[in-house]
């Protein structure tokens, strides 16, 4: 036999879409020739194969070797072919029937010694070939209990080449996914820790309550930063699907912990100001990786010192918070991930941060206006809650009786308030207010009446907020409601939106 066919996936963005690798060995001078638009590392792949066939005790063929990834339009990126490239060598040469195998997803990237090593973004091209229909995977030993997590599939795993020949010739076993129970996620920090600050804890309660953008504005000290890093402790656990959208995009960045689990707890990410473009949106030589917003999907992207991140590492970031998904073009191929994310801002209010505030601040008015100027109108424009934060008393910080609400206690209104959300809006397939679309709330029967929205409608006409502005306020109030366990906002429910979202009065 000088043909064989071997079932593999490969990724393009988050999506998995399944790959057929053929080889047809023919007589005339001893070659390799891959064809079906691989990358650099897929070329690379002939010389790793070939030692890793000869030191697992196999014969290389001499022969004209011709590789073919199916679909040859789909360009294929990564080392994952490996395993299955060999494989079907060793079937078209005749050393290995390949019955074993039909209708089995093939996994893994070789060592030249033979050994089977971890993959990036095994769980989606395992979550891929279930929708294809094959419920058969062999995945390394390294990404077995990441594939197990995909219902329905029956999960096997190598650790060498030669566990797979032995298995296909032989019928020996091969290794079964680890079954060690997960260990429980550690506890995070709790907003009892947070002294003061009432009107921020409010402003938090509200973001994670509608999954608003929030900005936080106030000196150093003041717990900007303690206030975001704890907004992921007061949010809801991922559902099944979420788990697995956050999961995949970790998976395909190499960032999933140890053990292989779906990851329950929204994500939080804090790169820092010196992040680059790349970095945030994502990017990468071939195919562009995820960045930081779609690292952050589900979860909350934090920018701490905004002002001091690059003008188009900010501006970068304006398309993905009004779409939730960002879209990414190469010279190698365009991709998409998802970028539903809360973005949480902190800024000081000038460059010298005095601790002290404006009594002893160094700064003129100009150069306030421009620290601050920084973060672009546009930006800001599409941050729901913008409050500023005052400096912290000494009696709200020594006064331990005074201690504030837990995040165990802010979370239980968080989620009866996001349940109310969801059953209210499914009937549009939406699940919290800030994904609802302004002229959906400016319709009846959710159109607020005159009398409620008097204040709002003024601000409108005399230019003061813009028509994003006035929807954001809209939605901010339907969360405000929740929270506070009515139907529908009214009159002071939108006075508060608005307070939240100009920082008046803060």
């Not at 060598?89 to 090593?117: C, F, K, N, Q, T």
């Not at 195919?287 to 690292?295: F, Q």
């Not at 002002?307 to 188009?312: H, I, Q």
């Amino acid at each position: 036999m000088s043909y064989a066919k071997v079932l593999c996936v490969g990724l393009v963005g988050v999506t998995g879409h399944l790959v057929e690798v053929e080889a047809d060995l023919a007589p005339g001078l001893p070659a390799v020739v891959i064809s079906g638009l691989p990358d650099t590392a897929l070329h690379e792949s002939r010389d790793r194969v070939r030692a890793a066939i000869v030191n697992s005790g196999q014969r290389w063929p001499n022969r004209r070797i011709t590789l073919n990834l199916l679909p040859a339009t789909m360009p294929k990126y990564g080392s994952a072919f490996d395993l299955a490239i060999a494989t079907a060598v060793l079937g078209g040469s005749g050393e290995l029937p390949l019955a074993p195998l039909d209708g089995v997803v093939i996994l893994g990237e070789l060592g030249l010694d033979g050994a089977v090593r971890p993959v990036r973004g095994v769980l989606p091209m395992v979550a891929a070939a279930a929708r294809a229909g094959w419920d058969r995977v062999v995945v390394p030993v390294g990404n077995a209990a990441e594939a197990a997590v995909i219902p329905g599939i029956r999960v096997r795993a190598v650790d060498t080449l030669h566990r797979l020949v032995a298995y296909v010739r032989d019928g020996s076993p091969l290794l079964d996914p680890p079954v060690d129970l997960p260990e429980p996620d550690p506890d995070g920090p709790d907003l009892a820790d947070v002294a003061g600050q009432g009107l921020g804890r409010r402003a938090l309660e509200v973001a994670a309550a509608g999954g608003h953008h929030l900005a936080l504005l106030g000196p150093p000290g003041a717990g900007k930063t303690m206030l975001a890093e704890r907004l992921p402790s007061i949010l809801p656990e991922l559902d099944d699907d979420a788990a697995l959208e956050v999961t995949a995009l970790h998976s395909i960045a190499g960032l999933l912990p140890p053990g292989g689990r779906l990851l329950r707890r929204p994500p939080f990410q804090a790169p820092h100001h010196t992040a680059t473009v790349p970095s945030l949106v994502g990017g990468g030589s071939g195919l562009a990786r995820p960045g930081a917003v779609s690292l952050a999907h589900r979860g909350v992207l934090f920018l701490d010192e905004a002002p001091e991140f690059s003008k188009g590492a900010l501006e970068a970031l304006r398309q993905p918070l009004e779409h939730g998904r960002i879209q990414l073009a190469r010279s190698g191929g365009g991709t998409e991930y998802p970028a539903r994310t809360q973005l949480v801002l902190a800024a000081n209010p000038c460059p010298c941060a005095k601790p002290s505030g404006d009594a002893y601040c160094e700064c003129s008015p100009l150069a306030r206006r421009r620290y601050l100027g920084r973060l672009s109108g546009p930006l800001l424009d599409r941050i729901d809650v913008q409050v500023k934060l005052l400096p912290v008393r000494a009696a709200e910080l020594m006064e331990v009786a005074r201690a504030g609400e837990s995040s165990a206690g802010v979370a239980a209104r968080v989620a009866l308030a996001r349940r109310a959300a969801a059953a209210r809006w499914a009937p549009v397939g939406r699940k919290l207010n800030a994904e609802i679309p302004g002229p959906y709330l400016r319709r009846p029967p959710w159109r607020l009446p005159v009398r409620d929205t008097a204040e709002l409608r003024g601000r409108l006409d005399s230019g003061s907020i813009s028509a994003r502005g006035f929807d954001r306020i809209i939605r901010l109030a339907w969360t405000i409601a929740d929270l506070d366990g009515r139907d529908r906002p009214g009159r002071e429910d939108v006075l508060e939106a608005i307070q939240l979202r100009t920082g008046e009065g803060t």
